[in-house]
């Protein structure tokens, strides 16, 4: 199934013609639920429940694999739903306190806010002093702040992480200004949240900078989680949209360096930076790993770890967690309904980016090869 999958994702029309009909199927009762989760969703998530991810999390913990949950949740309207997903998360937290190899959980702060009132801070310069346009909204941000401020303090709790997920450009900036907020609160003596950068941005290798200075001034260890990135196509189809300059990289070397670069002043910082290198770019997990051994860090550095999606880069996952270092499968779970916008970014994801298709596809293939000569 796997090899139909990836194989599938190198033509860009198949990849396209699913990202457009899918979400479309699914709302109007089309019968694709059970091939959905024969394929793409058996491919890339746990489960539909925390039940069904239990037995995926075990088996990854019998190879020194550790997990990172997420509950698929993005996009959702209406306070309800937003206090709705608010307690899932908290009681993702609560599970993972209570396994040994769940270390960290993945939040989207758009599965808490309304998208459109993340957007309105970047369209109003004086919003960013934390002002929004009336009074509703003054009390509508409020909520999600205390949402984020509620999620958080259970983590520290716990002793669970929390990574916060990045997310589209123009609402990327109140999300990093609260997460930087909760950071200051709970990242005093240990890292509890993590911001997610997306080196495919222009401006993010700055940006981590500034991050480190500021937890410098105020104090307190910077985690982030370190990442190509999620939304390429949606990203550079806005900006010729809008005739605005496109906030992704000229191409996939400036991308590279800007990471690599990310990954170097990190382990540099390592005594108050707390990384997560979050890739399935061999030459990057090298770079970090030779790194490590130049400044004679131990493997399991309480500040630095190792990230691959789950049903990608198994090769670079276990070797990393035979090898005796810090590693985790993102594992998301939830219902298909929920997860399908995650499922989404997946397959346009591997038909975007140079060679990742293709080298999974022909990393599946060698495997099969070598298990018919056995």
């Not at 769940?102 to 310069?125: M, N, Q």
């Not at 400036?254 to 990190?266: E, H, K």
């Not at 030779?290 to 004679?296: F, H, I, S, Y």
Request: proline share 3%; hydrophobic share 40%.
């Amino acid at each position: 199934m796997a090899r139909f999958l990836f194989s599938s994702m190198g033509f860009q029309w198949v990849v396209d013609a699913g990202v457009r009909l899918t979400p479309l199927a699914m709302k109007t009762g089309l019968p694709v639920h059970g091939l959905i989760r024969k394929t793409i969703f058996k491919q890339f998530v746990g489960g539909e429940t925390l039940e069904e991810t239990a037995a995926v999390g075990d088996i990854l913990s019998k190879f020194g694999v550790d997990v990172i949950l997420d509950y698929g949740v993005e996009g959702k309207e209406g306070e309800a739903s937003f206090e709705h997903a608010t307690e899932k998360f908290i009681k993702v937290i609560n599970y993972a306190a209570t396994r040994s190899n769940i270390p960290f959980i993945s939040i989207k702060v758009t599965g808490f806010a309304r998208f459109e009132l993340l957007e309105r801070p970047r369209e109003a310069t004086r919003l960013r002093s934390d002002t929004h346009d009336n009074e509703a909204e003054i009390d509508e941000w409020q909520r999600v702040k205390d949402r984020m401020y509620r999620i958080c303090s259970v983590a520290a709790e716990k002793n669970i992480g929390v990574l916060v997920d990045a997310e589209e450009s123009w609402i990327q900036d109140p999300v990093d200004r609260l997460t930087l907020e909760m950071m200051e609160i709970f990242n005093r003596e240990k890292p509890v949240v993590y911001n997610t950068i997306q080196l495919y941005r222009q401006d993010r290798l700055d940006f981590l900078k500034l991050s480190h200075r500021i937890a410098q001034q105020q104090k307190f260890i910077l985690g982030v989680k370190l990442v190509r990135g999620a939304y390429m196509e949606k990203e550079r189809n806005r900006a010729v949209a809008r005739r605005v300059l496109s906030p992704i990289q000229p191409d996939k070397q400036s991308t590279n360096a800007d990471y690599n670069a990310a990954v170097a002043f990190c382990i540099e910082n390592i005594e108050n930076i707390a990384c997560i290198v979050a890739t399935h770019n061999e030459k990057s997990n090298l770079k970090a790993v030779e790194l490590m051994e130049q400044k004679g860090l131990p493997f399991h550095h309480l500040h630095l770890h190792f990230s691959q999606l789950y049903g990608m880069s198994d090769h670079i996952t276990f070797n990393l967690a035979k090898a005796g270092f810090s590693v985790s499968k993102y594992l998301p779970f939830g219902p298909i309904t929920d997860v399908i916008p995650y499922l989404m970014r997946r397959a346009q994801e591997n038909s975007s980016v140079s060679g990742e298709t293709g080298r999974e596809l022909s990393l599946i293939k060698k495997e099969i090869k070598q298990r018919k000569q056995r």
